[in-house]
């Protein structure tokens, strides 16, 4: 079996909030598609927020629980952490859950939440090891 995970969809009561939050952190233009869907696409794997009206597609209202994620993080493979940081502390500020940190398996990591509680990071590779892991990355670009 061949697969690609190729995106993540948030579930959120206010759609508008949500987008303009990942387009200030990330640069980069939502696509719109309806009122209730938007697509935030990069070179990898797609972002996509929905409104809590979308839930109804998949089952109903309680299969997707708007600002209710504690469990996954929303990591975003950047070039130098320190540098977006320095661009995005004022706006973090109030989402802020921890600076740009070395983890201890070689990536320098910014956390933060979004407005609806899901968690954020922001990494950088900074030793070999954990640059190796990700060149095939920059090979996509």
């Not at 696509?31 to 696409?41: G, H, K, N, S, V």
């Amino acid at each position: 079996m061949n697969m690609n995970l190729v995106s993540i969809r948030l579930i959120t009561a206010d759609i508008d909030a949500l987008v303009s939050f990942y387009e200030q952190i990330t640069g980069i233009s939502a696509i719109r598609y309806t009122p209730d869907f938007a697509e935030l696409q990069t070179p990898t794997a797609t972002l996509a927020i929905g409104s809590t009206r979308t839930v109804q597609f998949f089952g109903g209202g309680s299969t997707a629980v708007p600002a209710e994620n504690r469990t996954a993080i929303i990591e975003f493979l950047v070039s130098d952490v320190e540098h977006i940081f320095g661009q995005l502390e004022e706006f973090l500020i109030p989402y802020l859950i921890q600076k740009p940190t070395v983890m201890p398996w070689g990536n320098q990591s910014l956390l933060f939440r979004d407005p609806d509680g899901n968690l954020v990071n922001f990494f950088t590779p900074i030793t070999e090891a954990a640059a190796e892991k990700f060149r095939h990355y920059s090979k996509t670009k």
